[in-house]
């Protein structure tokens, strides 16, 4: 089986450039077609241009990064600087990008790249809010059943909300834009804050990060340091949460993942639980499943995947 085409839709975070590092790391098993760029973590201005430095960061200058949208489908933008800092970066000193943003609209690049590739060839990998998927669905429906496949990091069942007592961030940002694509039809595999929680950078595995004594290793380790407080004194955990890269993880090795086909709903009305996946785990009502829906992950065979992969970088004869 050849490299799986795919577009990294996403909203850097430092978890989020870790996830695009272990793609970029990984061409034997994924090809990075584009990558697009959502506002969330920070607004669009930030998120776009901190891809183009995650690119850079990985030797990869030939990669597109397109700027999507830079407001949700109907509310007013929520962000996480307390999560993730100021730059949406923050942590390591990386050098301001060279790269060029593409001229064309990140919502564009995702239709035209679905339309010009042959149907069910490429998947998209969205890490922020669904924002530019569910745009790019409405302003050209024919791409709809010609995704591959979505495998998304978003939404919680056992654990809950993390930005408000009932919902994850990214679907809370757009919960117009997650319906949209929940209802699509499309084959979607969610990684939710139930897999993600167990993603933990411990001290050990930050450490072996350092001693890969390249660039990225330095810049990951020294991204995990900062983003690792918010959730140490949050939830007591042991340290920062990979969130995103268990996305790419997943296209490498789905073996690393457990979970469930189910039905996943979004609140879109309720002004306590807005933006809630509401996801049959226990198949208590006959709603038709639309998602697989994770609840696990062998937490040393990912590390050892990421430590090893990140390891690689910047990778020979591509630049
Ligand atoms: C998600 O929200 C962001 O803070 C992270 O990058 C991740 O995509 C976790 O809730
Ligand atoms: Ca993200």
């Known amino acids: 089986m050849g490299a799986q085409k795919i577009i990294i839709d996403t909203d850097p975070g ?10 970029l790391a990984s061409p034997d098993e994924i090809e990075v077609l584009g990558i697009t760029a959502v506002a969330g973590n920070v607004p669009l201005s ?25 407001h949700p489908l109907k509310r007013k933008l929520v962000t996480a600087e307390h999560v993730h800092g ?3 970066l923050d942590g390591p000193k990386l050098p301001e990008p060279k790269i060029k943003l593409q001229e064309k609209h990140g919502v564009d690049f995702i239709i035209d790249t679905l339309m010009q590739e042959p ?11 669904l924002t530019n998927i569910a745009t790019a669905m409405l302003k050209e429906p024919r791409i709809t059943p010609r995704i591959k496949q ?25 919960p117009d834009a997650a319906k949209i694509v929940f209802a699509s039809g499309i084959e979607i595999v969610v990684m939710p804050l139930d897999v993600t929680h167990k993603a933990l950078v411990t001290t050990q595995r930050n450490e072996a990060f350092r001693q890969l004594k390249t660039p990225v290793g330095a810049a990951v380790a020294e991204m995990t340091d900062f983003f690792e407080r918010f959730d140490k004194e949050k939830y007591g ?11 790419t993880a997943y296209l490498i090795d789905p073996t690393i993942f457990s979970g469930r086909k189910i039905n996943v709903e979004i609140e879109t009305e309720s002004e306590l639980t807005l933006g809630m996946t509401v996801a049959d785990w226990w198949r208590v009502t006959d709603r038709e499943a639309n998602a697989f829906f994770i609840g696990n992950l062998d937490a040393n065979k990912f590390f050892s995947l990421l430590t090893n992969r990140l390891g690689r970088l910047p990778l020979n004869g591509i630049s």
């Open 14 to 23: 430092q978890d989020d450039a870790v996830a695009i590092l272990l793609a």
């Open 46 to 70: 930030l998120t776009e241009k901190n891809a183009r430095i995650v690119c850079e960061l990985a030797g990869r200058s030939d990669i597109g990064v397109y700027a999507g949208c830079a």
């Open 86 to 88: 100021k730059t949406g």
């Open 119 to 129: 149907a069910n060839s490429v998947s998209l990998c969205p890490l922020g809010p």
């Open 150 to 174: 979505i495998v998304l990091m978003g939404g919680a069942y056992f654990e809950v909300g993390n930005i408000t007592p009932a919902a994850e961030f990214n679907i809370f940002v757009d």
């Open 237 to 247: 955990s042991a340290g920062a949460p990979l969130h995103d890269p268990c996305v």
